[in-house]
């Protein structure tokens, strides 16, 4: 929000706001419910499509929905996003880029990984019955490579989630997302599946 005027023009959810200073818009939108935002400096083209309303710049800011599960090693959705502050914005998570975060050494990698360390049969164990299971983990890749905030999108209150989300903070560091040929932080979701049979 730097490059940005003192009042830029603020869409939530498709609703123009505007009077709102870059203070009044950082808090409103640090407070985690607005997980989607996209952010541009003030330009010709936005000034063309709002005229004087985004002079001082664009914020556009969409309500953060939970992911669904997904057959995909990883299906994300949605813009450059979060967090936008008074400090610069140097903590911007994508959830959407050109290349996501992969584990070192591809799929193949990571089925050998989960097929170490990860009991197979804590699904079972835990009554659960024949059928097929994803468990979507979600976390944040950093530039490094280092994962924070892992999360079980379903199933979240289960011991199957719980030993998936411990075997992915106990992975090895993951090759980060690129954007515009650039490391950055970025969320990931990984479904985990389990095939109970009889």
Known sequence: MKSMGNNPLLIMDGKEIV????QEIAAILDNNSYAIIEVSAPADAIKSRYGKKAADGL???????????????????????RT??????????????????QFPGGIDAWRKYLAKSLDATVAVKEG?????????????TDKEGNISDVKALNYAN???AQACIEVVKNGPKWEPAMQNGRKVKAYRNQPITFVIEE
């Open 158 to 160: 289960s011991k199957t």
């Open 19 to 22: 009077g709102k200073s870059k």
């Open 128 to 140: 659960w019955k024949k059928g097929v299971y994803y468990v979507n983990v979600q976390f944040v």
């Open 59 to 81: 914020i556009i800011a969409t309500a953060k929905k939970e992911a669904a599960p997904s057959l995909d090693p990883v299906t994300v959705t949605g813009y450059p996003a």
């Open 84 to 101: 936008i502050s008074e400090a610069g914005g140097q903590n911007i998570i994508f959830t959407k880029v050109e290349q996501e975060a």
